[in-house]
Nanobody, 115 residues
Framework: QVQFVESGGGLVQAGGSLRLSCAASGIEVRFNAIGWYRQAPGKQRTFVACLTIGGATDYAESVKGRFTITRDNAKNTVYLQMNSLQPEDTATYYC?????????WGQGTQVTVSS
């Protein structure tokens, strides 16, 4: 059974940074493309970033230059370093397979950016 556990969220002031972690089980992140997604209150879940098997990355336009996705194969964990956070980044952040997410999502981690 594939599971993702997200952590690292919190409350931060605009301009601050956070690093999110995505611990995977039942799947090896080094052999699967993994993405970060986010869902703001009252909105649909959207793509944030992805990391392919070969190490290529892609980002939503709104986070390019501010967010960085990486992975630690030994820990089977994917990270999202978020810098220069803005209030519009406030959302619950999830990780999952990319581009076809697993049917079951983790509980996510809440990121709140105050102005």
């Amino acid at each position: 059974q594939v599971q993702f556990v997200e952590s690292g969220g919190g409350l931060v002031q605009a301009g601050g940074s956070l690093r999110l972690s995505c611990a995977a089980s039942g799947i090896e992140v080094r052999f699967n493309a993994i993405g970060w997604y986010r869902q703001a209150p009252g909105k649909q879940r959207t793509f944030v970033a992805c990391l392919t098997i070969g190490g290529a990355t892609d980002y939503a336009e709104s986070v390019k230059g501010r967010f960085t996705i990486t992975r630690d194969n030994a820990k089977n964990t994917v990270y999202l370093q978020m810098n220069s956070l803005q209030p519009e980044d406030t959302a619950t952040y999830y990780c999952n397979s990319y581009p076809y997410p697993q049917p079951t999502w983790g509980q996510g981690t809440q990121v709140t950016v105050s102005s």
